[in-house]
């Protein structure tokens, strides 16, 4: 994995020029209109890790274009769930939604069942950031059933994540943990590296809702030193701010701040609407570290 990393990035500035070339070509050349269409899938693990989200759609857009053109489905369907997670990751779960649908039509249109499988998780976990837990349960209670079917065990484990996270928002915190446990030990079984660290984060955030702080601590200390690991800066964003919510709670307000911040500083960088909100927060933080409230 590591070695993986090294290489993307010791390549990173050759891939940029190269899809800047496709990109502009793709139009009028059949073989740019491949490669344009290539670029923004080949090797989408890493790209997801290190590209900015609208960077992201800055390079799927012309893809989807070409893929029309050449009349590529299966690179249309996946484009389509690259756009959708893009504008989730942006805050946009509405115009997500549209993408992921887009996916879903094409993967059933083609046979694809994993490709389906995805785009059914992903339309759940766009429910859940819109606040409708119970729809999103359906969709990721169907994409469970069809990994489970075709031995999808990443997809599994994404699943049990996912319906782990909706019944935390329900108010099911030991009923999330039994998810989020299988999560992780499938997460472990397949090398899924950053898998792995979202199970430690959500299992944190349940043990946290029970009021077992240190044992939620514990959990997203070893999250963060995974997306370090491996440069999962939305990750470590994440789990920045909920290890210093638990700082907080214990009036290490200085450590608290300097953690949260992390996670403000990423979102202003992405343009997220939340940004701010966060921002006021650590504010509040500052404003008792500064009464004395140590």
Known sequence: MRLALRLFDREWDNMQV???WAAARFQDDREAARICSSYANAGAYLLDLREHPRDQIRWLEPALAAARLREDRPEQE?????LGNAYAYLGEPRRAIGFYEQRLAIAREIGD????GYALGTIGLAYS????HQRAIEFHDQRLAISREIGDRRGEGKSLCNLGNAYAALGEPQRAIEFYERHLAISREIG?????GTALGSLGVAHASLGELQDATDLYEQRLAIAEEI????GAAEDSWNLGQQLAQRHDLARAADLMQIRVDYERDIGHPDAEKHAAEIEALRVRLAAGDV
């Open 231 to 234: 440069g999962d800066r939305r």
């Open 192 to 196: 899924d590296r950053r898998g792995e």
């Open 113 to 116: 069942r994993r490709g389906e």
């Open 129 to 132: 950031d819109l606040g409708e």
């Open 78 to 82: 996946i484009h389509l769930g690259n």
């Open 18 to 20: 190269g899809q800047a």
